[in-house]
């Protein structure tokens, strides 16, 4: 069964930092790996979608890494706004196992 | 449809009755997920449907726990005897079955929140 851990468990910083979500994974058996943001009380919302075959994808100020060897990835958020405050969560994606980690809860300070 | 959909949005339940959730995907997509999130925490896996293949039941929680999909379109989560500890956000994703060009992006629905009193 795969395990994901996320570190911080919680991050609090001020607007316009530069900052670094981590996802570690036990089972690099993997074909994507997802960042998802998740506003309280709602939904999860798809950030970024790294393919098993790729090392990076970008979106606007998001950056996401892989590293499927080791079993890693990270999420750069560039010029952090109040608005990304959220809980960031990671999947690496198996079929018949999408185990997700207990995220990253993120408060940007204005 | 346009994206996957579930209801009832919101339950309220006394303990002891019995609740079915609904989740309609993403149409043509092959595979889809239950979870549940309890306040303040994490998602759990329940359990995850291929195609025509045996779903994958290993993480309900216990026998009071079942569901059902109909081929490839809605599934129905149904929690008999509802208890205290199964108040909780039930949500629901789908994606296509990854290979060639489908990376298995997962979508999620909003989720239900069962509330048993």
């Known amino acids: 069964k795969q395990e994901v851990t996320q570190i911080p468990a919680a991050l609090s910083v001020p607007e316009g930092e530069n900052l670094v979500l981590n996802c570690s994974f036990t089972?690099?058996?993997?074909?994507?790996l997802q960042w998802f943001r998740q506003d309280p009380g709602k939904g999860l919302t798809s950030l970024l979608l790294?393919?098993?075959?790729?090392r990076e994808q970008t979106s606007g100020r998001l950056n996401a890494s892989l590293d499927k060897s080791s079993g890693r990835s990270t999420l750069y958020i560039a010029a952090s706004q109040p608005g990304d405050s959220a809980t960031y969560l990671c999947?690496?994606?198996?079929?018949?196992?999408?185990?997700f980690g207990a995220g990253t809860r993120l408060t940007v300070k204005p | 449809g346009a994206g996957v959909s579930q209801s009832p949005s919101n339950k309220v339940t006394e303990k002891g009755k019995d609740v079915e959730l609904r989740c309609d995907p993403i149409?043509?997509?092959?595979?889809l997920y239950w979870y549940r999130q309890r306040l303040g925490q994490g998602l759990e896996f329940l359990i995850y449907?291929?195609?025509?293949?045996?779903?994958?039941k290993s993480g309900l929680p216990s026998d009071r726990f079942s569901a059902e999909r109909t081929g490839e379109s809605v599934s129905t989560l149904t929690i008999q005897r509802t208890q205290q500890e199964d108040s909780a956000v039930y949500l629901c994703?789908?994606?296509?079955?990854?290979?060639?060009?489908?990376?298995?992006?997962?979508?999620f629905g909003e989720g239900s929140r069962l509330t048993v009193l």
């Open positions: 994703a789908s994606s296509l079955f990854p290979s060639g060009a489908n990376t298995g992006e997962l979508f």
């Open positions: 089972d690099s058996a993997i074909y994507n």
């Open positions: 790294i393919q098993s075959s790729q």
């Open positions: 999947a690496p994606g198996r079929p018949r196992d999408m185990r």
């Open positions: 149409s043509g997509h092959t595979a």
């Open positions: 449907f291929q195609g025509n293949s045996a779903p994958d």
